[in-house]
């Protein structure tokens, strides 16, 4: 049951940092859900790897395949056969497949197409990023009230989730 409303406070927290604008991280937002939906069949094992696709890494997710598509195309969710296959209805091209009991929510797909639409960078964890000195952004006033009215409404969400 925690998991549970901690997953729904997680989704709420994601879905209001899109509708501010604010665009996918890869490490952050769209790894957790290739890992736990699309690596188990399209990802670094190669015993497991099906249809030959791997989702795990730019270069191959972003290669035409034989039938002449690539899973990703970045900035075109249009031409991207990964939002194709995500979006479908029929159970022959759905993905995840419904045998994976898998299935992704709206939000999910939501992330996954903005994160196309935004460019579908990878990026490693940040553990194997070397750290750099950065100087501090300036704010406006208006990014400041932004922040701290997004902030609130998430800890009252969680407070009202964590209660139940």
Partial sequence: MRARLLSQAVAFALAA?????????F????QPILAEHCYPCHGPDGKQRKA????DSFAAAT????????PIVPRDPGHSELLRRIEATDADDQMPPAEAK????????T???KWIEHGAEYAQHWAFTPPQKRSPAATDDRS?????ELQS????????????
């Fill in 52 to 55: 030959n696709l791997r989702l």
């Fill in 102 to 109: 898998k299935p992704l929510s709206a939000a999910k797909r």
């Fill in 153 to 164: 409404h998430s800890d009252l969400v969680c407070r009202l989730l964590l209660e139940k």
């Fill in 111 to 113: 992330t996954l197409r």
């Fill in 63 to 70: 290669a035409v395949a034989q039938h002449g598509r690539a």
């Fill in 17 to 25: 940092a899109l509708a501010f604008g604010q665009e996918p991280d």
């Fill in 144 to 148: 400041e009230e932004h922040t701290s």
């Fill in 27 to 30: 490490v952050r937002d769209v």
